[in-house]
């Protein structure tokens, strides 16, 4: 005769406090309450345990998963209404679980990430690990993981991007590739002197087209053809010395106005 053996489940072991959560309900504030409360929470305290376990490996220690499981537990006991008939376990392992997770979005990433895209990051990568079973010899296309996700490629790709965000490196590493030790740090750029060249172009602009027309083809000429006066001279059929005159006229001009717009 063939017997079935029923497989375990992780709550069996899960004490029998509905009395307990009865007498919770209707006794006021007090040392008699807290003391059925802690009670509650202390018998309880092995399957919010056993739901940390599920999360270990991830970056966090299982003593602290431990000790967030704990407050989501407590949570669950103080919002537990017995009244409504459904078993306290029913409850609280959703309730322990939120807390966890929710814990995982709010402290674990380096950088922010709005909920969406970690939920998106989420469903990547279980699709993402599920196709590794299926398709062999290549990595899964983005069209493929999108689908097996029920995303649209462009939610793939915030997926697969937010992976990026969830750890970051030191500026002090050395880059990828490189031979000489160079690190990140060494690849970050610094301010670029043409954005004050833009600034001084713009502030100037209003001045140079109130200037006469042989001093804006001069300045023109020097400045932005990087003709010598002499060479400006002999084109405008004048004197070197006449052009100098005019360049520093203009330029103080223009020096002047720019000071009054900017007082």
């Known amino acids: 005769m063939r017997t079935h053996t029923r497989r375990k489940h992780p709550h069996d072991d899960a004490p029998d406090t509905a009395a307990e959560f009865d007498r919770l309900a209707h006794l006021p504030e007090g040392a008699e309450r807290d003391a059925v409360r802690q009670h509650l929470v202390n018998a309880w305290l092995p399957m919010a345990e056993r739901i940390a376990g599920r999360f270990r490996n991830r970056g966090e ?29 029913c409850f609280a392992v959703p309730t ?3 807390e966890v997770k929710r814990h995982f979005r709010e402290h674990m990433w380096t950088l922010h990430v709005p909920r969406r895209v970690q939920d998106q990051r989420n ?9 590794l079973q299926t398709v062999s010899g290549r990595a899964p296309t983005l069209a493929e993981i999108a689908t097996r996700a029920g995303l649209t490629q462009a939610e793939a790709m915030a997926g697969l991007e937010a992976a990026d965000a969830f750890n970051a490196l030191s500026l002090d590493a050395e880059q990828p590739g490189s031979e000489g030790g160079h690190t990140l740090f060494d690849g970050l ?7 004050d060249v833009v600034i001084d172009r713009e502030a100037v602009k209003p001045g140079l087209r109130r200037l006469p027309e042989r001093e804006r083809r001069i300045l023109y000429m020097r400045f932005f053809r990087d003709m010598t006066q002499r060479r400006i ?7 070197q010395m006449h052009v100098s005159r005019l360049i520093s006229n203009s330029c103080e001009r223009l020096r002047r106005e720019i000071m009054q717009d900017a007082a």
């Open 189 to 195: 750029g610094g301010p670029d002197p043409a954005l």
């Open 61 to 89: 220690s299982l003593e602290d998963l431990r000790q967030v499981a704990a407050l989501g537990l407590v949570k669950a006991v103080d919002r537990f209404d017995p009244e409504r008939g459904a078993a306290f376990a």
């Open 233 to 239: 001279a002999e084109d405008l059929g004048i004197s």
């Open 96 to 98: 322990i679980t939120g």
């Open 123 to 131: 469903r990547v990568r279980a699709a993402r690990r599920e196709l």
